[in-house]
T-cell receptor
Framework: GDSVTQMEGPVTLSEEAFLTINCTYT??????LFWYVQYPGEGLQLLLK?????DKGSNKGFEATYRKETTSFHLEKGSVQVSDSAVYFC???????????FGKGNQVVVIP | GAGVSQSPRYKVAKRGQDVALRCDPI?????LFWYQQALGQGPEFLTY????????KSGLPSDRFFAERPEGSVSTLKIQRTQQEDSAVYLC???????????????FGDGTRLSIL
């Protein structure tokens, strides 16, 4: 079945550092890809999405490019802030159905 | 409010009891989803409604889990004879339309944290 794999473990970095969170996927079709973010005490929010190969999703300084050849959708931000501290989930939605398949998530902690 | 509302926020029950979790989707949203999120894991799909029709219940872990959306708006997830492994956060999400190829995003509620003692 469809699945998403995120890199293991929390990510701790200093303010203004470069952030990368790896995400790879397995799908039988051509899925849409998403990054969701969960800030402390809040619900899941859509951060960005891409619906076809080579699309780049971007929002709030975050970017991710849909790479069909490497089945990846890595999340990047050039200069993180303390307010970016949250849990980040990669997800896919196969075009054969509407449901989302999520990765395990990565806790990101940004230190001042 | 404008978002997806879930109640209660927290529910504690003894093993064997029945529980009911409520979801109020965004007004006018056709699609409604339930997910289960275990501690330290990503959400896992449970079931999907398009209006009042339950089109996919393949993620429900056992026949103790039952969901309904009788008038195509509010939905209830019921768990009968709860077990400790049912302890999780239950998330509800809604999206505007029901087209399979739609790009409409899913909007999530804050979830109900269920603890089975």
């Amino acid at each position: 079945g469809d699945s998403v794999t995120q890199m293991e473990g929390p990510v701790t970095l200093s303010e203004e550092a470069f952030l990368t969170i790896n995400c790879t996927y397995t799908a039988t079709g051509y899925p849409s890809l998403f990054w969701y973010v969960q800030y402390p005490g809040e619900g899941l929010q859509l951060l960005l999405k891409a619906t076809k190969a080579d699309d780049k999703g971007s929002n709030k300084g975050f970017e991710a490019t849909y790479r069909k050849e490497t089945t990846s959708f890595h999340l990047e931000k050039g200069s993180v802030q303390v307010s970016d501290s949250a849990v980040y989930f990669c997800a896919l939605s196969d075009k054969g159905n509407n449901r989302l398949a999520f990765g395990k998530g990565n806790q990101v902690v940004v230190i001042p | 409010g404008a978002g997806v509302s879930q109640s209660p926020r927290y529910k504690v029950a003894k093993r064997g009891q029945d529980v009911a979790l409520r979801c109020d989707p965004i007004s006018g949203h056709v699609s409604l989803f339930w997910y289960q999120q275990a501690l330290g894991q990503g959400p896992e799909f449970l079931t999907y409604f398009q209006n009042e029709a339950q089109l996919d219940k393949s993620g429900l872990p056992s026949d103790r889990f039952f969901a309904e959306r009788p008038e195509g708006s509010v939905s209830t997830l019921k768990i009968q004879r709860t077990q400790q492994e049912d302890s999780a956060v239950y998330l509800c999400a809604s999206s505007l339309d029901g087209f399979v190829y739609s790009n409409q995003p899913q909007h999530f509620g804050d979830g109900t944290r269920l603890s089975i003692l």
